[in-house]
């Protein structure tokens, strides 16, 4: 009956700090990968409807709806932890150049921020077109 406690127990002397181990990695694991992924938040389409409606009337096409990680505005906005990046082609009246002799706006875009989670707007932003 010794010979066989100390058999089990010699195995459990061995499995056990392997197992550890093993949860231990996987755990870790686990982690990092959770760092790198959102996890769930609002949808694409959602985002871009939400994007939308902070765009004004200049707005004609959606270019790109990104999700971005540690996101900075750049306008003194804390940077946030996961952020839907919607970039939309349009015209808007307050970047006409005045250049062009038929009155209309050179065309530009403009991106909006939308939180990841929660879907409230970040910011926004226009990229002005170029001089003639």
């Known amino acids: ?7 089990v ?3 459990w002397t061995l499995l056990l700090p392997g197992g550890l181990f093993v949860v231990v990695l996987v755990i870790g694991l686990l982690a990092v ?3 790198e992924r959102p996890g ?3 949808s694409r389409s959602d985002a871009i409807k939400v994007a939308w ?17 540690n996101f900075r505005t750049g306008l003194n906005v804390r940077a946030h932890s996961w952020a839907w990046v919607v970039t939309f082609s349009g015209q808007w009246r307050l970047l ?10 050179d065309p ?3 991106w909006v921020a939308i939180d990841y989670y929660t879907g409230e707007w ?11």
């Open 96 to 105: 006409c150049s005045g250049h062009t002799t038929d009155g209309s706006c």
């Open 40 to 42: 769930t938040g609002i």
């Open 122 to 132: 970040i910011a926004s932003e226009f990229s002005y077109p170029a001089g003639p």
């Open 1 to 7: 009956m010794g010979l066989a406690v100390q058999r």
């Open 9 to 11: 127990s010699r195995r």
């Open 33 to 35: 990968q959770s760092l």
């Open 108 to 110: 530009t875009s403009e």
């Open 53 to 69: 409606e902070h765009t004004g009337s200049g707005a004609v096409a959606v270019n790109s709806a990104d999700i971005r990680h």
